[in-house]
């Protein structure tokens, strides 16, 4: 298995960060497998959806319908609304695989391979890809 970790800056707000281009170039070449995405943060998660359509603002605010960012969570460190961003990865998973044919990712259309953070107290992230050969 081949894998890395690379790093990202989700800033001060909300974010979905297409992560497409990154994947891609970590897979080429690599032949027939499968592309392994984590995030090893306890608020954070990856998402596979399409991006740039607005589908990526669509998740952000059905997001912050169903995790709103007020004073109702028990966990109350940091910003206001902190809580949610340790119960969204409950909803979008920290990790993310997809089939990898002839070194590329085999994705649909319109599918991007994305970061979802809603954590405005850490805007550093770590990303770790794994590719395993088959």
């Avoid at 912050?64 to 119960?87: F, Q, T």
């Amino acid at each position: 298995m081949r894998s890395e970790t690379r790093s990202y800056q989700t800033g001060a707000s909300d974010v979905v960060l297409d992560l497409t281009r990154d994947c891609a170039e970590f897979v080429g070449g690599q032949g027939d497998g499968l592309l392994h995405v984590f995030v090893p943060h306890a608020t954070a998660g990856i998402a596979v959806l399409e991006t740039g359509a607005g589908s990526d603002d669509d998740l952000l605010a059905a997001l912050d319908d169903l995790l709103p960012a007020d004073d109702r969570w028990r966990h109350r460190h940091g910003s206001r609304g902190h809580g949610r961003s340790h119960v969204m990865p409950a909803l979008v998973p920290p990790y993310a695989s997809v089939p990898v044919l002839g070194g590329r990712l085999a994705l649909g259309t319109w599918q991007s391979i994305c970061l979802v953070d809603l954590n405005v107290d850490n805007p550093d992230r770590e990303v770790r890809f794994s590719f395993l050969s088959g």
